[in-house]
């Protein structure tokens, strides 16, 4: 049961995102609603399914394993395209879109079938970050689909408080999930106090436990005081890893200037949103390895406020922008991770806002991001199949113009 609780934040964070969807937008016709009920059952069934693999990668050996994990990704996709009917989850603030999903997943497929297993045990778990960008637009709360089922789900079922922690964020209980993620960080700086378990696992925990905090507190509810005092109880703390306190200390620095600052956002005022950017986004700099220059609380609090100013459909140009410098945002924050979700950003920037001012600047961006991920001491080297994507993308915007 381990590996189930340990890998459900993807299947969670696709199931609730529709869910919470249906609620929120009241005017949906109510058999639109039992479609949608049904088709996110059909997901969390084919997740069920999936997880194990995501654990044990030694599983796509068998091949009779193979085909079933197949036949259930193409389950997935098959559910992804069935919503594409919902308008609530075509929104720009849901990105990734739908479309962006199904091709993730069907690129996962090809991968499958080539036998390649790490690079496919790598891409599922992949999905968690396109997952997790929806999930922290949402609100607290649960749908009732699920009530059932996660009910039973206490404490008593997890290896750890912070596989606990992990599963509270994933379905939006913020406040006991912090707790859990405090007490998952007493544990592991007891344990590398006195040299108990191990070490990586530890430090890797502790890293995400403070991010996951320091993410409530900044994209999903604006609270950067609350953040600092939780951060201040341990950055001192004579067992925290250097760098990382390293990192909380700029973290503080930062929560403190915004303190001081009075944030007021009207999300359906474009004026507003473009004060936003202009003020806290523009002057930032490039992507930077240094603490000083990464902008990480920055980042996030501008990260919650453009999802959230995305889900009014103001304005195409607007939007474009917001996608744009969301996609920066994202470049800079998943900068060390295998997967970012600047690259969908720009995608959707490109497709959705092809007549816009911002769907070169994103093009420019996205070939940017590509040569600046591909260089290396031998020079750049970009795959086959990126340059693909990338001229793809370059016809359809002149395809575009032209008309």
Request: hydrophobic fraction near 40%.
């Amino acid at each position: 049961m381990f590996y189930f609780f340990r890998l459900s934040r993807l299947l969670m964070l696709c199931i609730f995102t529709g869910l919470v969807s249906i609620k929120s937008f009241s005017l949906m016709a109510d058999h639109h609603r039992l479609q949608t009920q049904a088709l996110m059952e059909g997901v969390f069934d084919s997740y069920i399914a999936l997880l194990p693999v995501m654990n044990d990668s030694s599983l796509l050996d068998n091949e009779d394993q193979r085909q079933k994990i197949i036949a259930n990704l193409e389950n997935l996709k098959n559910s992804f395209d069935a919503a594409e009917h919902i308008a609530a989850l075509q929104t720009p603030s849901f990105m990734p879109s739908i479309e962006t999903f199904g091709e993730h997943i069907d690129e996962t497929i090809r991968v499958v079938r080539t036998g390649n297993k790490n690079f496919a045990q790598m891409r599922m778990k992949a999905v968690t970050s396109l997952c997790m960008t929806c999930h922290t637009q949402l609100p607290d709360g649960k749908s009732s689909l699920l009530v059932s089922k996660i009910a039973e789900m206490d404490r008593s079922k997890f290896a750890s408080d912070y596989d606990y922690a992990e599963f509270l964020f994933l379905n939006r209980n913020y406040l006991r999930s912090v707790r859990y993620y405090e007490r998952a960080i007493q544990t592991h700086l007891h344990n590398l106090a006195n040299k108990i378990g191990s070490r990586d696992i530890a430090e890797r925990e502790l890293r995400r436990s403070f991010r996951r905090v320091l993410s409530i507190y900044t994209k999903v509810n604006y609270m950067p005081s609350v953040a600092r005092s939780f951060m201040e109880k341990f950055v001192e703390h004579r067992s925290l890893p250097g760098m990382l306190q390293v990192d909380m200390r700029h973290w503080i620095k930062s929560l403190r200037a915004w303190e001081r600052r009075d944030l007021v956002i009207r999300m359906n005022s474009p004026e507003s949103v473009n004060s936003f950017i202009e003020a806290y986004l523009v002057p930032l700099k490039r992507p930077s390895l240094s603490p000083d220059d990464r902008h990480e609380v920055t980042l996030l609090i501008a990260s919650g406020v453009l999802t959230k100013f995305l889900a009014h459909r103001v304005d195409d140009e607007l939007e474009a922008r917001a996608l744009f410098w969301l996609a920066r945002a994202e470049r800079q924050l998943n900068y060390q991770f295998f997967y970012s979700l600047s690259e969908l950003y720009l995608r959707d920037c490109i497709k959705k806002y092809p007549k816009t001012s911002y769907a070169q600047m994103c093009l420019d961006e996205y070939r940017e991001s590509l040569i600046y991920g591909y260089s290396g001491s031998a020079g750049i080297d970009i795959p086959d199949d990126e340059q693909e994507k990338l001229k793809e993308l370059e016809e359809f915007l002149e395809r575009h113009r032209a008309r």
